[in-house]
């Protein structure tokens, strides 16, 4: 069983960086696709797509909206990805979720995730 823990979130500036990290702890997730996703305040608002990365690192996707501003990478001997994020906007503001799910593929579809860890709020003022 995987167990997710992300970090790295705060209060940032529009136009600053923050970088998310996520630890994996309880087996490697070197055969694990992994994922970025997040979900903005308010009612009806779905946890949706950020970013996702391959078991290898080879391929990744990415929503339109941070294509170009944000980067997601991960490190198998740590059991450690990473969220790069940058320029970032107010309508980044969410709490963002690291997810896992067994197999290569980084799927971009959220009910395809079935580890997840806690959530790291991300505020972007303007």
């Known amino acids: 069983q995987v167990q997710l823990v992300e970090s790295g979130g705060g209060l940032v500036q529009a136009g600053g960086s923050l970088r998310l990290s996520c630890a994996a702890s309880?087996?490697?997730?070197?055969?694990?696709?992994m994922g970025w996703f997040r979900q903005a305040p308010g009612p009806g608002k779905e946890r949706e797509f950020v970013?996702?990365?391959?078991?290898?690192?080879?391929?990744?996707n990415y929503v339109d909206s941070v294509k170009g501003r944000f980067t997601i990478s991960r490190d198998n001997a740590k059991n450690m990805v990473y969220l790069q994020m940058n320029s970032l906007k107010p309508e980044d503001t969410a709490v963002y979720y690291c997810?896992?799910?067994?197999?290569?593929?980084?799927?971009?579809?959220?009910?395809?995730?079935?580890?997840w860890g806690q959530g790291t709020q991300v505020t972007v003022s303007s």
């Open positions: 970013a996702t990365i391959s078991a290898s690192g080879g391929d990744t």
């Open positions: 309880g087996r490697t997730v070197s055969s694990y696709a």
């Open positions: 997810a896992a799910r067994a197999g290569r593929y980084p799927y971009t579809e959220r009910r395809l995730y079935d580890r």
